[in-house]
């Protein structure tokens, strides 16, 4: 039972000692995890960066190469989600919450404290600095990690027939070490991939609770209380495990549709209603500044500072992406089938991000609108209150009620997905990398992640567990540059085989550079293949 189960069994256990450290000793634990990332951040701030943007390229090289046609299945199968709904998923798996969260609150931050004092604080220079660095923490480099370990499961699930598990992705690199080891090494990486997921989540779920408190007591008079945070996690609990037991396809496909069709009319009435021009100019004019500046963000670590903006923001966030890509990428991964590798890096790549860009320039757009011109001290109550920050914006709008009510609805619904999410790849990740992991795990899961995250709201652990979870991204960084580099040598062999029998598939004639020729040149009988030959050759003679 227990060797069938060894990833489970830990991995739950390990969760288990994390949490009641977390809710007896909140403050010294999470003196310990601080302690433990920011040495993280001093010494290894720089892989961050270097790998995220290698990636980057290295996603690029795969969309716009060679490999471009290379579908995530078979060559002829078609994507098992519609466009749409798969750009919905997306969303609502990868930051719905914190995008609802941080959206307006960054800015904010950013513009009281710019960014490595680039900018004097409070002023229009500080405005642009504070969008475009939220560009940058919310943009492309957020989704590199996910991208790429979506893209790597995807293809080796659904073209090579193997288990949804990291563990198998840098399986070809352990064929030398001694038998006895690779069993325990591929596991623990099962158990670190599965301990971040949950813990990950549940302190993001426990952020959300937070969020959907602080919106009922400013909108409805609510108290700051457990018991409040306890009724909301019951609801909460209720909901994403009625949708986890419709399946993937119902469930979270349907709420994460109703989500972003919401999303879509939140931000098109701010948008209407609020000072256009503004907000169009800002998003124009910060995009630009964001791309005009995006390699030298992205690779400078000021050497001058000591350290502390850095391991607060982008390091925080880099780690975060990076340890978060196991459970991301796998459900990325998971809905993902069918698409080519060029369908594939464009929509996950390119779309969420602007997207993120978007929602940003609106909602940052608009606080900003009235914190120039005086109307609200937006700034000053992000500070004093993060989960008060969106409602205090609404509260100089019209509809104000209306908007709090959509806003809570958005916050409560992306957490239900996300939730449900994690309840099925955590599901997947302990039963071998089923497709379809069993009823059972899925309510244990999902039963896990409401019982820590009500022990940690009501202990004060939230922060701390948060933290910790993060220490496990400098590993996965290695573990991301191995599967990539198996991600390549399976590339080049396909690669290899399919040329060489599209070549003897033509009688030896030689063939061009794309192997998906075989789907034109291969199909038709040999007489109408040497006719094609005779036409396209040119003639010796007129």
């Known amino acids: 039972m227990f060797a069938k189960n060894r990833v489970f069994v830990i991995s739950a256990s390990l969760i288990f000692m994390l949490v009641l450290v977390g809710a007896f000793v909140p403050e010294q634990f999470g003196y310990w995890a601080g302690k433990a990332q920011r040495v993280a951040g001093q010494y290894f701030g720089w892989l961050y960066l270097a790998s995220i943007f290698f990636f980057i390229l290295f996603l690029l090289y795969l969309a716009f190469g060679k490999y471009g046609k290379v579908r995530l299945g078979a060559q002829d199968s078609t994507p098992e989600f519609s466009f749409f709904s798969w750009m919905n998923m997306l969303m609502s798996a990868g930051f719905g919450v914190g995008l609802v969260f941080y959206g307006m609150a960054e800015p904010m931050i950013h513009y009281l404290d710019p960014p ?17 660095y939220t560009y940058f923490h919310w943009g492309l480099s957020q989704w590199v990690a996910f991208a790429v370990v979506g893209l790597i499961v995807a293809f080796f699930q659904f073209r090579k027939d193997r288990a949804g598990l990291v563990s198998n992705m840098v399986e070809p690199v352990l ?21 971040a997921t949950v813990i990950g989540m549940a302190t993001s779920i426990g952020l959300g609770v937070l969020q959907v408190n602080g919106g009922l007591t400013y909108v409805f008079g609510f108290g700051d209380t457990v018991k409040v945070k306890l009724l909301i996690m019951l609801c909460l609990f209720s909901c994403y495990m009625l949708s986890s037991l419709t399946g993937l396809d119902k469930g979270i496909k349907i709420l994460s549709n109703f989500n972003m069709a919401l999303a879509f009319l939140f931000l098109g009435y701010l948008l209407v209603v609020g000072p256009t021009v503004f ?12 791309l005009s500046n995006f390699v030298n963000w992205s690779l400078t670590v000021p050497p001058q500072e000591d350290g502390t903006w850095m391991n607060q923001w982008t390091f925080f966030l880099w780690a975060w992406v990076i340890a978060w890509s196991p459970f991301v990428g796998t459900f990325i991964a998971r809905i993902s089938r069918g698409r080519t590798i060029q369908e594939y890096v464009f929509g996950v790549l390119i779309v969420p991000p602007l997207l993120a860009c978007m929602w940003i320039a609106i909602v940052g757009g608009s606080a900003f609108h009235m914190e120039m011109n005086g109307v609200a001290t937006l700034a000053a109550n992000v500070q004093e209150n993060m989960t008060h ?25 992306f957490l239900v997905t996300s939730a ?19 009823l059972y795990k899925r309510i244990t899961w999902g039963v896990l992640l409401s019982a820590i995250c009500l022990t940690l709201l009501a202990t004060g652990g939230l922060g701390a567990l948060q933290t910790a979870s993060l220490l496990v991204a400098v590993p996965f960084i290695v573990v991301l540059f191995i599967m990539a580099w198996v991600l390549m040598v399976e590339l080049a062999e396909d690669r290899r085989l399919a040329l060489y029998d599209l070549y003897h598939q033509n009688e030896g004639t030689p063939v061009g550079a794309d192997i998906y020729e075989a789907d034109e040149i291969g199909t038709p009988p040999v007489e109408e293949r040497i006719k094609r030959r005779m036409v396209l050759k040119k003639p010796r003679l007129k």
């Open 116 to 132: 490595h004092q680039l900018a004097e604080a409070g002023t229009a220079e500080a405005m642009n600095l504070a969008m475009q």
């Open 175 to 195: 064929r030398n070490v001694p038998v006895k080891m690779q069993e325990p090494m591929l596991n623990s990486l099962d158990v670190l991939a599965v301990v």
């Open 279 to 290: 907000i169009l100019e800002t998003f124009v004019h910060s995009l630009g500044g964001y």
């Open 389 to 413: 920050a969106m409602f205090d914006l609404y509260s100089n709008m019209k509809f104000s009620m209306l908007l709090s009510i959509i806003t809570l609805m958005l916050v409560f619904t």
């Open 420 to 438: 449900d999410s994690a309840s099925y790849i955590v599901s997947q990740m302990t039963d071998h990398g089923s497709l379809n992991p069993p």
